[in-house]
């Protein structure tokens, strides 16, 4: 009798856990299907982000001048994240796949 207790309480809690880790699954699947999903096409403007990135310097530059050595540092920290996201976009272009390649 102790025995079939503890069977049925450890099956019991399997498959309560399997509900439980299934049933959000399910659920995100059964959304999706009707769902109508559209991917944005992110573009970079390279010229506008390698301007964007000259003048963050120039400003950095002038900022160091005058004494401001901790807005300077920061003007070149987002000179370099913008740098580092026009490269990556740069790169996502190369390697992004053709539909129809030659």
């Not at 699947?29 to 009707?34: E, K």
């Not at 000179?79 to 129809?100: M, Y």
């Amino acid at each position: 009798m102790n025995r079939r207790f503890s069977a049925l309480a450890v099956s019991a809690v399997a498959v309560g856990g399997f509900f439980v880790t299934s049933a959000p699954a399910h659920a995100a699947l059964s959304a999706d299907r009707g769902a109508v999903t559209a991917k944005a096409a992110v573009t970079c403007n390279e010229g506008q982000m390698r301007q964007q990135i000259a003048n963050l310097k120039s400003k950095a530059a002038k900022l160091k001048q005058l004494g401001e050595t901790a807005a300077a540092r920061k003007a070149l920290a987002d000179a370099a994240a913008l740098q580092k996201r026009l490269d990556a976009c740069l790169k996502a272009d190369e390697n992004q796949s053709k539909p129809f390649p030659r």
